[in-house]
């Protein structure tokens, strides 16, 4: 086995349409060098050998799929007819097809015209499949961010960085599909001139592909920072599952067809994992663990400003901020002898405050949580504020609504405070 190992050598090495000659030279540079391509299994593999100058050819198969990750029924056809023409086929993967020349005399397999098409509608298919994920992913996130959910992506860095994250990834495969057309038109304007079209190294290749690594290590980064280890915990373990089902796939090499029904059944299967793996998280947390702490961080309850019976049995406490501001969450109710079955023994108060130095993001959010039904507020000299607003009635159940130059507050209670204890939630929650 250690004798095989040191005749063999795998290399991580990826080449775009575009490169299929920088691609051949690559293989014959290695042959020089005594290493001789045998086969795609989890990367490039060579076998040890005497060094030989070996000529190479790699074609772009137009019958080929993505999601070929052996050659198919068409491709060993197609390998019968060229070794009709003095190539001998090595292996294939997607849509490469890559050939050793066995004879002095063999002739090209394709035309330049042939090839010039098959690498243009290869490469154009591959980016236009990649393009509909992260236009699809994009719009969503932007449709949610400035949809009902405005708040909840203002206010996380978090979702900020992934909302700018999936924009960028959309604009580089955009730009990327543009290349390529580019790159189309002039390359038939070369051979109208009878230039001949070069398929070397495009290094902007890579450039993507770092641009990538980079924002993604950020979120991973943001995510240590923000304190959020579960998170960081969810994300480091879907990543090594994707991984390890993609690098599973690559060395086992399965059909076309397998190929799909593995990624399909994977992804219900991950979604399911996921799924559980929350759900597990979620309800492993005490409740009484999870109100106490809530508790603990709370700045304002019912009993900071009026007399309460009984005590708290259900809490929660949110913080979240971001480069635009922050945003505070509240939720504290009552219920006589430390139960909450009964409704009508219970006093619930939930409040939320928005602050922000930027003034068109507290506008948005005050025309987002103000009701068309609210009322201007007689006392709104207790708060000294911009505006502010009640749904309800003020002696009952209702809602109450006050904006500053850099905060709102929203503040809904099953007994709306008086002026006096207005005073002493203005200063709890030192607006």
Request: hydrophobic letters at 45%.
């Amino acid at each position: 086995m250690k004798e095989e190992k040191k005749r063999t050598r795998r290399v991580f090495k990826d080449f775009g349409y575009l490169e299929c000659d920088a691609f051949a030279e690559y293989l014959h540079g290695m042959s020089m060098k005594g290493w001789h391509f045998r086969e795609w299994r989890l990367g490039l593999v060579f076998e040890k050998g005497e060094p030989e100058d070996v000529c190479y050819c790699v074609e772009v198969f137009p019958k080929g799929s993505e999601m070929d990750t052996k050659p198919e029924e068409p491709a060993e056809e197609y390998a019968e007819y060229c070794q009709a023409a003095g190539w001998e086929f090595l292996d294939g993967q997607r849509r490469f097809c890559i050939f050793r020349k066995v004879a002095e005399d063999a002739v090209p397999i394709v035309t330049e015209g042939e090839r010039f098409d098959n690498v243009r509608k290869a490469e154009c298919s591959r980016l236009g499949s990649e393009v509909i994920a992260p236009l699809l992913i994009t719009a969503l996130f932007w449709f949610r961010a400035m949809g009902r959910e405005f708040e909840d992506w203002m206010f996380s860095n978090l979702c900020l960085v992934l909302l700018l994250t999936v924009t960028i990834m959309m604009l580089v495969r955009f730009i990327q599909y543009i290349a390529v057309i580019v790159w189309a038109v002039s390359g038939k304007r070369k051979r109208v001139s009878g230039k001949k079209t070069i398929y070397g190294r495009k290094y902007w290749e890579a450039v993507w592909n770092g641009i990538y690594v980079l924002f993604l290590v950020g979120v991973f980064l943001l995510l240590a920072a923000e304190g959020g280890v579960e998170e960081c915990v969810i994300v480091g373990t879907v990543f090594l599952l994707v991984s390890g089902f993609s690098w599973g796939i690559a060395y086992f090499r399965p059909s076309r067809a397998g190929n799909w029904g593995i990624q399909i059944a994977g992804g219900f299967a991950f979604v399911f994992l996921l799924t559980l793996f929350i759900g597990v998280w979620v309800v492993s947390v005490p409740e009484e663990r999870g109100r106490e702490e809530a508790l603990a961080q709370l700045p304002l309850v019912q009993a900071d400003y009026r007399e309460m019976t009984g005590e708290p049995v259900s809490a929660d406490y949110q913080y979240t901020e971001s480069i635009l501001g922050s945003r505070l969450r509240g939720m504290v109710e009552y219920g006589e002898n430390g139960s909450e079955d009964n409704e009508g023994e219970t006093d619930r108060l939930t409040y939320e405050v928005y602050r922000s130095s930027h003034p068109w993001i507290l506008v948005e959010v005050w025309r987002r949580e103000t009701d068309s039904q609210a009322l201007p507020l007689g006392e709104e000299n207790v708060w000294d504020a911009l505006d502010a607003r009640y749904v309800g009635e003020m002696q009952g159940t209702g809602i109450l609504y006050v904006r500053w130059g850099d905060a709102v507050l929203v503040l809904s209670a099953d007994a709306m405070p008086d002026e006096g204890q207005m005073r002493v939630i203005k200063e709890k929650l030192a607006l």
